[in-house]
């Protein structure tokens, strides 16, 4: 073994595996409501009412029912809490953050030489996800390993063609060996080890929105939107399995094994395998809106999210390392430091939405948006003509269309404004409404106004629920994963 070893170490220069998968599209295809603390207490459902810079974002005619210019700045508080049952085993984890939420500059004037046209420019940032958690997943593994999982990838593979960044590494610290030219674990299910998982990322997608918008005689409203995305990613998890009870001897195997006195290694102990990457780029899309005043209580609009180009990179690093009861500890790496790095495209998926607004200036507002998209339209694509064929493939086969829905309500206690609102992400698989996978938002919040500068209150309550498995779900049970987002927002403003 000692000398085939030297092999894999040199393949290791060359060999990596692509981590690029439909998890990565659906992740910066699935975008929610940001912006300024009044849009998120209502849960962003804009569409038609305008008048906010978060507009820019969700129906970039909105921007032209500005009478004024508008600056404002938002930040947050942000809490999220997940937790994973694996096998009637309850887990929490816990992270809190402090987001940058928006920032608006609007300019806003009637035409010089006609009354009946309107103008407005604008400028946004919004903060339209937020990767912030922590997932800690332990339990039993009920006779499974993720060894079994690496043997299934080994295939008619010869060593040197063992993937790189996942049975190579198990060979190289000697989880798994060959007899005969057959492939074996030295972690037997036979018996039950104990299972972890913990899972961190951070960052953020920041959406910067230039805008134009377009009113004629205070009834029609056109409005074009370019959006520059900015994405940073960063994710690591740690996966172990402990022989806690030390079941798994040197002579308790029912199949034949190598055992390496010089290495110490015999009877199976602990594995670890750690996997961090880190995602960094940008994305740019075009958004077209219209909004139209029926009257001065109703008014409707439209709008039309191109699909988003993302360029993205990924800089990568896989670990793993085993320990055996004869006192061997073996670690390596993949690839060698430091590190890999692989450029590629996400193009997600176009949206359409339509939205109808009830307004009293007296009362209040309420308004309605619906979207409509179709997560199998999402795409990866490289230089590497046909890499992405079975990815893509995966996509269409997986996902399917889904609708969100978003509902504000805003009603004037003078000198407060009250605010509810209430949001449906539906799942990428189809589901809306309640399953796994679809997001649920209730928001609310609170409102100061005077003539020139205003002070807005949100806070925001996410759940969903998914389920989750930590490796391949041919060998391992599921984990059922209940998440809980909270975030409290100010927004700070004023007309001129």
Same mark, same amino acid.
């Given at each position: 073994m000692f000398y085939t070893k030297i092999i894999i170490t040199i393949c290791f220069l060359s060999l990596f595996s692509f981590s690029q998968n439909d998890i990565d599209a659906m992740r910066y295809s699935q975008t929610f409501f940001g912006g300024s603390s009044r849009s998120k207490a209502m849960a962003g459902s804009f569409g038609a009412l305008g008048a906010d810079g978060t507009c820019m974002g969700i129906n970039p005619a909105g921007i032209?029912?500005?009478?004024?210019?508008?600056?404002?700045?938002?930040?947050?508080?942000r809490f999220n809490t997940t937790y994973a049952n694996q096998n009637g085993n309850d887990v929490k984890g816990f992270k809190a953050n402090l987001p940058f939420d928006g920032l608006t500059l609007v300019g806003a004037w009637d035409s010089e030489t006609d009354k009946d046209n309107h103008y407005a420019l604008g400028l946004s940032c919004n903060q339209i996800a937020n990767f912030n958690s922590i997932t800690n997943i332990q339990g039993i593994s009920n006779y499974k390993s993720i060894t079994q999982d690496i043997l299934a990838t080994t295939g008619n593979n010869s060593i040197k063609?063992?993937?790189?960044?996942?049975?190579?590494?198990?060979?190289?610290?000697?989880?798994?060996?060959?007899?005969?030219?057959?492939?074996?674990?030295?972690?037997?299910?036979?018996?039950?080890?104990?299972?972890?998982?913990?899972?961190?990322?951070?960052?953020?997608?920041?959406?910067?929105?230039?805008?134009?918008?377009? !009113?004629?005689?205070?009834? &029609?409203? #056109? *409005?074009?939107?370019?959006? =520059?995305?900015?994405?940073?990613?960063?994710? /690591? $998890?740690?996966?172990?399995?402990?022989d806690d009870y030390d079941s798994i001897k040197k002579t308790n195997y029912d199949y034949d094994v190598w055992y390496y006195a010089s290495e110490k290694v015999g009877g199976f102990k602990s594995l670890e395998y750690?996997?961090?990457?880190?995602?960094? !780029?940008?994305?740019?899309? &075009?958004? #077209? *809106?219209?909004?139209?005043? =029926?009257?001065?209580f109703i008014r409707?609009? /439209? $709008?039309?999210?191109?699909?988003?180009?993302?360029?993205?990179?990924?800089?990568y690093v896989y670990n793993m390392s085993a320990s055996y009861d004869e006192g061997g500890s073996f670690t390596s790496q993949s690839p060698p430091n430091p590190g890999g790095k692989y450029n590629y495209q996400i193009i997600t998926p176009m949206k359409l939405t339509g939205s109808i607004a009830l307004l009293n200036k007296n009362i209040g507002a309420l308004n309605i948006d619906y979207d409509i998209l179709n997560y199998n339209q999402a795409y990866l694509s490289s230089s590497e003509n046909s890499i992405f064929n079975g990815v893509n493939q995966t996509i269409k086969n997986k996902y399917r269309q889904t609708s969100n829905l978003r509902i504000g309500v805003e009603t004037n206690i003078k000198p407060m404004y009250v605010r509810l609102g209430y949001?449906?992400?539906?799942?990428?698989?189809?589901?809306?409404?309640?399953?796994?996978?679809?997001?649920?938002?209730?928001?609310?919040?609170?409102?100061?106004?005077?003539?020139?500068?205003?002070?807005?209150?949100?806070?925001?309550?996410?759940?969903?629920?998914?389920?989750?498995?930590?490796?391949?779900?041919?060998?391992?049970?599921?984990?059922?994963?209940?998440?809980?987002?909270?975030?409290?927002?100010?927004?700070?403003?004023?007309?001129?």
């Open positions: 032209g029912l500005y009478k004024k210019g508008d600056v404002n700045f938002s930040f947050g508080l063609n063992l993937d790189a960044s996942f049975a190579g590494l198990a060979y190289e610290v000697f989880l798994i060996d060959t007899i005969n030219g057959k492939f074996y674990s030295l972690v037997n299910t036979k018996y039950s080890v104990s299972q972890s998982k913990t899972i961190e990322t951070t960052g953020r997608n920041n959406e910067w929105c230039f805008n134009y918008a377009y !009113g004629y005689k205070d009834k &029609l409203y #056109l *409005g074009a939107t370019i959006g =520059i995305s900015s994405i940073n990613f960063n994710y /690591s $998890s740690i996966y172990k399995e402990t750690k996997e961090t990457f880190k995602t960094s !780029g940008s994305g740019y899309n &075009l958004k #077209l *809106g219209m909004i139209y005043r =029926i009257n001065d409707v609009g /439209s $709008s039309f999210h191109s699909p988003t180009i993302y360029n993205l990179t990924d800089t949001a449906m992400y539906g799942s990428p698989f189809g589901e809306t409404f309640s399953g796994n996978f679809v997001n649920t938002f209730f928001t609310g919040g609170v409102g100061f106004r005077n003539k020139k500068s205003y002070l807005d209150f949100s806070f925001t309550r996410r759940m969903n629920q998914e389920n989750y498995y930590m490796y391949n779900p041919n060998y391992v049970d599921k984990t059922t994963l209940q998440i809980f987002g909270t975030t409290f927002a100010v927004t700070l403003g004023s007309k001129f």
